[in-house]
Nanobody, 116 residues
Framework: VQLQASGGGLVHAGGSLTLSCTSS????????IGWFRQAPGKEREAVSC????????WYADSVKDRFTISKDSAKNTWSLRMNSLKPEDTDVYYC??????????WGQGTLVTVSS
């Protein structure tokens, strides 16, 4: 299984970006999919996740009401729409998936830089 993340870049504070992650495997085989982020020297932290059925979503308090996670099962893709970006959102963002059989998969990171 391979996850390919894209969409990172440089944006001014208050701007928006959309990250996308494409899975080489049908997302219906996953229990949940989501996004994490990690700054240099810090632990990776969960940002948002969505269940395979899309019936449930979760957001870190720091991104609630600004970020929106969605999925497109037909394209085996999920996205993270990030609005009202802040400099503290600057991180390397990783997509991940948790398979129904218990394995966790990670995509390569995509860098998001928010300038003040």
């Amino acid at each position: 299984v391979q996850l390919q993340a894209s969409g990172g870049g440089l944006v001014h504070a208050g701007g928006s970006l959309t990250l996308s992650c494409t899975s080489s495997r049908n997302t219906l085989g996953y229990y949940a999919i989501g996004w994490f982020r990690q700054a240099p020297g810090k632990e990776r932290e969960a940002v948002s996740c969505i269940t395979s059925s899309a019936s449930s979503t979760w957001y870190a308090d720091s991104v609630k009401d600004r970020f929106t996670i969605s999925k497109d099962s037909a394209k085996n893709t999920w996205s993270l729409r990030m609005n009202s970006l802040k400099p503290e959102d600057t991180d390397v963002y990783y997509c991940n998936s948790v398979a129904s059989w218990g394995t966790t998969y990670w995509g390569q990171g995509t860098l998001v830089t928010v300038s003040s």
